[in-house]
Every structure is written in C-alpha cells, then in structure tokens.
C-alpha cells in the first residue's frame, strides 16, 4: 500500500545517511546487467568501480564544503533557512545534490533557442556571473547547431506548406486557444475530428484527447482504477505513469523493467493470494508498459505481455508516446511494428508532442472506455482544451502521414527515420560505445557513467555545433548518465555522418569507448 509504519515515517535521515543509502544501491547492482542493454554487453567492473569512486569524491567534497560553511555561520547557496520549531519544506538530499552535483553542470540544460525545433537550431547567448546560481540571456544568436536534441522524429516541428500554412488559417477561425474546458464551452469541431482521425490511425473504436502529453496519463489512470484494484507497471515506466497510479488510489506493484517472467510472477501471486489481509480477488489487474522507453531507446516485450494478460485475465494500458507516428511502417506505433492487433490491447495512450510536433495526448479504446473516461476524468472536465492550432497541426500530421494529403511524403519520411535511426544506432555501436536499446527506436542513448563526463559531453559537442541532451539523477539512476540522441526523418545522411565524426572526436576525448580493448585500457591508465 505504499506507506510506512508510523516509526519510520518520522525517522529524518541526515543528507549523509542518504547519500550512503544510495552508493549502497548501486554498488549491490554491480554486474547486473542495466536496464535496456543486450545482455551480451556488460560494462566493464573497472568502470563501474571508478564511478562509483567519482560520485562518492563529489558529494564528499560537498559535504566537507557545507561543513566549513556552517562552522563560519555561513548559509551554503540554495540551502533553506532554518525556521525554529519547522521542518525544512524541501528534501534534504535532493537540495544537496542540486547544490553539490547539479548545479557545476546547470550550464548543459534549459539552454533557449529562438527557431523552430528543425534539423538545425539557434541557441540563444547566456552567461552567468554567480557560478551558474542565476543565468542571464542574451537576446542574440550565439550560434546555430544540429539538433539531436528535440522529439521531432518525422521532421514535421518546422515550417511544412501544407500543415504550417493550416495552422495559421486555424488562428483567424477559433483563436489561440478555446478559455474553457471540454465540458464547458472548449469542445470545437477540430476536436471532435481529431479524436475520430486518432480512433481510425490506430485502429480503435474510440479515442479523446487531452491538451497536455503528461496529463494525458496522469489525469486517465485515477478513471480506470481505484481502490481494491492493482496496477501491475513497469519499473522504467515513465514519471506521469507513477503520478496516474500513485493518484488512483490502487495497489502498486512494481515488476523488472520489460521481463516478462518477472511479470507472471506478479501476476500469479496477484491471481492467488488477491487484496492483503481480506484475500479477496482484485476488482481488477491493470498492466502498464511503454511502447519505447524514453531514457533506454528500447522496445517494449509486447507479444509476451499481451500473452500474460490474457493467461491472467488482466487489462493492458499500452503509453505510445515515443512510439506512435515513428514505429511500425505506417507510423501506427509498437503495436504495428510487432505484428499485435490493436484489439489485444485494451488501452492505447499516445502523446502529440513528439512525431505530430504538437501538444497533447490521446486515449484510445474501446466506445464504453471512452464515454466513461469522458464523464469522470478531471482531464476532461477542469482542464482547458487543446488549442485548436495544435489540434490542426496534429489533424494534417495525421492526414499526411495516411497519405490523405494525396501525396507519398508521409510515407517517404518514415522509411528514412528508421533508415537514419539504423544507421546512426550501427555507426555508435561500431565504434565502441556502449549504446542501449534496440534497433529502429528513434531514441539512441550512450552510457556516460561518470558525473565529470555529463558537463563534458555535452559542452564539447556543442563547442562542434552538435545539440545534444545528457540525463543523469534523478531522471535516471544515479550511476547511470547518459547522452539521449533523438533521430529525425528531417535529417540527412550528411548530418548524421557529421554528428558521427564529432562524436567520435568527442568519445576519444572522454574514453566512451568502453566496448573496445583500446578504450577499456586507456581508462584503466
């Protein structure tokens, strides 16, 4: 049930006794294979020993600082003030490691662009004069670099005659946006034509749609299940998946990311034993996985969890965010890619935000699902709605990648980002880079392990024109960083070999090839 006894809610633990807690974790998984890699790559004992030893010697210094900070009455930066008789409102280990471990690097997130989120991008001039505290932008080009940052896998963020052109007539018809929610007066008849155009894409009797990709699970879970009901999900699912289940007030069990085995043994121990104390059976057993995964580029196991579900008498929640317009051959998402009808899955959510360039999301079911997620999501009835322009620019992404545009672009641009992806994923894993995930995912990411390598990584590809996004803690586990390359139709077979040599200058720079004899000897030296 997600809640600890009284004794161990009180019990503070000190920032220290956090930060043990957590190298413990991480050392105890030492060999296991991590998350979204063939289990015929592992990373070699040297390297995960030495980030370990990185991690531990930074949030050390961070420590010893702090300590000579209040030994001289001085409050560190970001530290909350101390409030007689009050708790601190913020979490202690998070603002240590924002303070110690987050802030030396802010410099590699949240940079402003001032173009479309096309191949190429404009990156607007920032500095800061307080050691990355504060940061001041300056409304100037600082220069233009390839973009292999942005979620735009089909190319269609920029300017496209035929969507573009829509999008700007949509603004003099229903206005920026409709200042109501859908049950009020929001409801257009853009929205009603979309949700029908994303019922018939991916082949489902019904489908709504939300003005928000995060809401669009967070808002949807709390309708389907609820007290005396158990969501089975994934250990990788994604953060608006947890806040949906969290919320719903359902049991939460956890099962090891994409491992169907792991998955039945939840399920059988579900199907015997049913609610605790009562053992009463569950009103009923959701099953929550993602098409892709965003911070592994991996493909979810579909056919075997649909297998289970069905063994078990469960409901599948499928989320297509990352999948949907970019996989399968027609752009339908996971479920085409792996050859699944759309009817073995009870539940289809899908966002606007990557393929389609767009905002929102979308559920997808069957016409009783919908009409009761209508009538008692919060989504639906206190939420504002879609912006109509961003409905349109979903409605001609859609019309355009089924081909109802009376051209063969939609499907042209899909055949080239599994090619781009292809390519670009082989030419990573040739030089040695330890790359996770599975080919044809757009999302290709490289382990970088080390905190130094986060900063570096991403400061010098920039210093060579290439946009790159790198995730560490919390997005992550702590001793898994990584650089998330994100594949567009939109690039050419020049920029990718471009990207490629810069990063290959980059990996020789930082020793990122640890899958070669030659890289693995020279981090040992």
Known sequence: DHQSPPSARCRVLSPFQVTLAHLTTSFMALGKTPHGRK?????????????YVNFATLILWGHICELCSRLIGRRSWGTPPVIKGYAPL???????????????I??????????????????????????????????KVAQRALNFGSYNYLGLGGYHES?????????????????????????????????????????????????MGFATNSFTIPSLVGPGCLVVSDSLNHASIVVGARGSGAKIVVFKHNDPADLERVLRKAASLGQARTYRPWRKILIIVEGVYSMEGEICCLKEIVELKKKYKAYLYLDEAHSIG??????????EHLGISPADVDVMMGTFTKSFS??????????????????????????????PPCAMQVLQSLRLIMGEDGTDYGSRILTRLQENATFFRRELEMMGLDVLGDEGSPVIPIMLYMPAKIREFSVQCLKRNVAVVVVGFPATPITLSRARFCVSAAHTREDLEMALEVIREVADLLLLRYHTRDGLQRVSS
């Open 39 to 51: 289990p015929t790559e592992t990373i070699s004992f040297l390297v995960a020993i030495l980030t």
């Open 163 to 211: 969507i573009t052109e829509s999008v700007i007539d949509t603004m003099d018809t229903f206005s920026v946006g409709t200042a109501s929610s859908r049950w009020g007066l929001g409801t257009t008849t853009l929205h009603r034509d979309l949700e029908k155009m994303v019922a018939r894409f991916v082949r489902k009797p019904a489908a709504i749609v939300y003005g």
């Open 106 to 139: 802010r410099d590699c997130w949240d940079r402003p662009i001032c173009s479309a989120p096309n191949t190429w991008v404009d990156l607007m001039e920032r500095r800061s004069n307080d050691y990355h505290r504060t940061f001041m932008v300056e409304h």
């Open 90 to 104: 913020t979490d202690d280990w998070e603002a240590f490691y924002t303070r110690n471990v987050y802030r030396p």
């Open 326 to 335: 970019a996989m399968g051959r027609t752009g339908r998402g996971i479920v």
């Open 358 to 387: 767009s905002v929102g999301g979308y559920i997808a079911a069957s016409q009783d699902v919908i009409d009761h997620i209508r009538s008692v999501s919060i989504g639906e009835n206190t939420s504002t709605a879609i912006s």
